[in-house]
């Protein structure tokens, strides 16, 4: 078990390599759309709505991690 909660199609294979080669890995990802099955249409529009709406906070994380 890798120890996730999601799973971003971009960041699978990611993950996988770095666990294997035993590092650590900090994993912020930001969830802009369900997958199918869970909605009828998926939509780039909304994926543009939910990373404009998240945009300030992601920021503020990344410049709090950065800063330590």
């Known amino acids: 078990m ?6 971003g199609m971009s960041t699978a294979p990611e993950v996988i390599v770095v666990a294997y080669s035993g590092l650590k890995l900090l994993g912020i990802l930001c969830i802009t759309n369900y997958t199918t099955g869970f909605k009828e249409e998926l939509n780039h529009e909304e994926v543009i709505e939910v990373t404009e709406c ?3 906070l992601l920021k503020a994380v990344f410049a709090e991690l950065l800063l330590c």
């Open 2 to 7: 890798l120890g996730t909660d999601v799973v």
């Open 54 to 56: 998240v945009k300030g």
